[in-house]
């Protein structure tokens, strides 16, 4: 076989693997809002917080899915998302331990768990208990040292949050708890190079614990009411800036498993047929961004387990499964169809048949 065939070939396996990996049922991942309220009001956010905490019926119904699908899974991540999850850490706490209740029950079942937090009430109790039910892997933003990070992510009340999620960071490197920890350090046009206290303290308080990884993301105009204050980045900018933040803080280690960086061949979640939003009000979605868009409502979550799915909105999101498409795969948000032209394909479609 000549080289360039074994490229081929090999070309084509891994396209094929992916796409079996993608779509297999033998994998779940739920991503679970127990309450779309929140703690801080963060100048860019996205969200409205129209929403509270997760109703009992949609817990039955989250517990149910999981006694349904579990007999015949391999895996299943419950990934927690918010508002701010841990100001419902009961619902968390309910729903993990259901879970791992299971995992006793089907022991060829992998369960893992993870939380997007903004770290405020990750205290080391609160840490401990959440890991004795499974959830281990945490992502907690910051956006700079104290004095810019408490000018964009404050609290609901106006106060300041950097020192008290700081605390908790080090309260759980001080600890034993098998957990991990992503930071996702965020950085906008005029931040960039007022990082460098951050990233010093960074590299000697958590670098040398293997158990903190570390990214940079750029603040990006997601629809909140503060979009038009934004910088916006050009994609070489960002990525110059990514590149030099990445040399700061790693320095010779780019490699390291420390280094968290979004891969070039990133898969959303949103473009995963196995992955499923579920709200705080029991709506399932595939995005945690577009959350007032109309084509992200997909469904229901019935108390039994049903899922009442609304017809054309599910597949346009996995629409990158049949092509592989790196675009669709990494967000398939962008150039996702209107709400119009899924309307105009239903209806196509119904009169082929």
């Known amino acids: 076989m000549t080289v360039t065939g074994l490229h081929e070939a090999n070309t084509i396996d891994s396209d094929y693997v992916k796409r079996a990996r993608l779509i297999s049922d033998k994998l779940l991942e739920l991503i679970i809002l127990p309450t779309e309220q929140c703690n801080f009001r963060c100048i860019y956010c996205y969200e409205d917080f129209s929403i509270g905490r997760m109703q009992p019926e949609t817990i039955a119904g989250i517990k149910a899915i999981l006694d349904k ?10 990934a927690w998302f918010g508002g701010e999850p841990l100001v419902a850490k009961n619902i968390v706490l309910d729903i993990s331990e259901y879970a791992l209740s299971l995992v006793s029950k089907y022991p060829h079942l992998h369960y893992s768990s993870n939380m997007t937090t903004n770290g405020y009430l990750l205290d080391f109790n609160t840490a ?10 945490y992502q907690i933003s910051l956006d700079g040292p104290r004095e810019i990070h408490d000018q964009s992510r404050i609290r609901a ?13 080090l309260a759980i490197r001080d600890s034993s708890l098998q957990i991990d920890i992503n930071l996702r350090l965020h950085f906008t046009v005029d931040t960039a190079k007022l990082l460098d206290p951050l990233l010093e303290d960074i590299k000697r308080e958590f670098l040398p614990d293997s ?30 800036d990514i590149k030099t933040l990445e040399a700061k803080l790693f320095g010779e ?32 979605g595939k995005c945690t961004v577009a959350l007032s868009d109309e ?19 599910f597949a346009p999101w996995v629409r990158g499964i049949q092509t592989l498409d790196p675009e669709a795969l990494g967000c398939p948000l962008i150039s996702l169809p209107t709400s119009d032209e899924i309307a105009t394909n239903l209806q196509t479609k119904a009169s082929a048949v």
């Open 295 to 313: 084509r992200n409502n997909i469904g229901t979550l019935r108390p039994d387990g049903r899922l009442d799915l609304i017809p054309g909105r």
């Open 128 to 137: 401990s208990a959440l890991a004795n039910v499974g959830v281990t892997t």
């Open 157 to 169: 009340d106006g106060k300041s949050t950097f020192e008290r999620i700081w605390n908790n960071l």
């Open 253 to 284: 280690k780019l490699q390291s498993s420390q280094n968290s960086a979004v891969p070039d061949d990133y898969v959303c979640y949103a473009a995963r047929p196995n992955s499923l939003v579920i709200r705080a009000n029991g709506s399932v």
């Open 69 to 78: 699908r579990c007999p015949n899974l391999s895996y299943l991540n419950l």
């Open 211 to 240: 158990r903190f990884s570390a990214y940079f993301k750029a603040i990006e105009r997601l629809g909140g009411t503060n979009d038009a204050s934004i910088k916006i980045y050009s994609e070489t900018e960002k990525k110059a």
